[in-house]
């Protein structure tokens, strides 16, 4: 009797403590003490704040870019990161630095990718250090973003033309709705909102197949009325590529966490099935640039794509108690893939980036199998995320 009552006991314990209380399968710790030492090399190899660390030329050479390109953010969001952990006051005066760098952008109505210049930046600042200079560049930012909503198509425009499309909007746009939603609370500009839900709602409709892979491009016209579905990144129109599927996990995840509405919810969770029960992915779960290529599995795997699955899996993980150890397990195994030496560089090396092997876009012959800033920035985000199931109580 005594024995049947200890044995319940153990198995309730068990089941109330569920897998939060297992011990980490990655060091956070000791990745996170690799990134600041690599980051330390990319800080001296970098002392002119003109110049953003993108990738690596096809000559091995440091691939730099200008701060209205849509990665210029992800530099400053990653030394945000890494202050978030060490809390070493010299990665807040550096990721202070690298932010500040982009905050001319605010004024850029020509690109849709403010989200991700002012909002890893300023919006990771804000968030850590509650600097009020910080706030003022988002608000402007967001009002430049929306600049690029034409209430007759009912979304953010992407780019101002691709081939014949007049209004494209690519997948990649939801990753900017975060941005608008902060704005929106922090300005009481319900416009900004209504934005967000608007765009989120009609990609909903629009940028999906019935399986939850999601198309690459959609060109709209008036009325809202969708013109053409194609892609530019993908191997072919009809193709999943890699990154896009992960655009779409992380903002329909984000958006549920902003809105609580089930739909949004409804659609991360397909979107998570799609990638996680796909027949292409490898089995170390970092998938190739594209689940439809040509020749699997001579392709090259994307990093950048697996870092981001994990992030927004360790986010959706807390929304879904069905699935929740699946998702945090799928992305648990993602994030111990890119911290073997397969896909995380040597010390010194790589151009001081983490990780390697990722794809920029392949169609265009750009950035194939090199180290992107943004893989080291979601993968940063994944670290973070994951560290709290074992440190929150
Ligand atoms: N937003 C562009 C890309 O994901 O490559």
């Known amino acids: 009797m005594k024995l049947k009552f200890i044995l319940v006991f153990c198995l309730l314990l068990v089941f109330k403590v569920g897998f939060s209380q297992k011990k980490p399968v990655v060091d956070v710790k000791k990745e996170f003490a690799f990134a600041a030492k690599q980051y330390e090399g ?19 050479s440091p691939d730099n870019r200008v701060s209205g390109w849509w990665c210029s953010g992800f530099f400053g969001g990653s030394l945000w990161y890494i202050y978030e952990f060490t809390g070493d006051n010299k990665w807040k005066n550096a990721a202070n630095i690298w932010t500040k760098a982009v905050e001319k952008e605010k004024y850029n109505k020509g690109t849709h990718d403010l989200g991700f210049i ?26 430049s973003l929306a600049t690029r909503f034409n209430p007759a198509y009912g979304v953010i425009k992407s780019w101002n033309q691709f081939q014949d499309c007049k209004y494209p909007v690519i997948i990649d746009n939801m990753m900017n709705l975060e941005f608008l939603l902060w704005a929106a609370k922090n300005s009481n500009d319900t416009s900004l909102y209504n934005i967000a839900i608007k765009h989120a709602d009609n990609t909903l409709k629009n940028h999906f197949r019935p399986d939850f892979s999601s198309y690459h491009l959609v060109g709209y016209e008036e009325g809202e009325k969708v013109y053409s579905k194609r892609t530019v990144q993908g191997a072919n ?20 966490r ?7 919810l409804r659609q991360a969770e397909g979107i998570a099935g799609f990638i996680m029960n796909h027949p292409n992915l490898p089995k170390d779960k970092i998938p190739y640039w594209d689940f439809n290529a040509p020749n699997i599995p001579n392709e090259e795997r994307d990093a950048s794509a697996g870092a981001i699955y994990a992030s927004a899996l360790l986010e959706l993980c807390n929304y879904s108690p069905e699935n929740k150890k699946k998702y945090f397990s799928f992305a648990e195994q993602i994030l111990k893939s890119l911290s073997s030496p397969e896909y995380k560089a040597q010390l010194g090396k790589n151009n001081y980036f983490i990780l390697k092997h990722s794809v920029g876009h392949k169609p265009a012959k750009s950035e194939i199998n090199t180290p992107l800033v943004y893989a080291d920035y979601y993968y940063l985000e994944a670290l973070l995320r994951y560290n709290r199931f074992f440190t929150q109580k």
Not at 42 to 60: N, R, Y
Not at 240 to 255: D, H, I, N, P, V
């Open 42 to 60: 990319m800080l001296l190899s970098h002392p002119d704040v003109t110049k953003f660390p993108q990738s690596t030329k096809p000559d091995g």
């Open 118 to 143: 002012l909002y890893c930046t300023f919006g990771n600042g804000y968030r850590l250090t509650k600097n009020k200079e910080y706030i003022e560049p988002m608000l402007t930012g967001a009002k």
């Open 237 to 256: 129109d009809s193709s999943a590529w890699a990154r896009g599927q992960g655009w779409a996990l992380y903002g329909y995840t984000m958006m549920y």
């Open 258 to 264: 902003e809105t609580k509405d089930p739909k949004y």
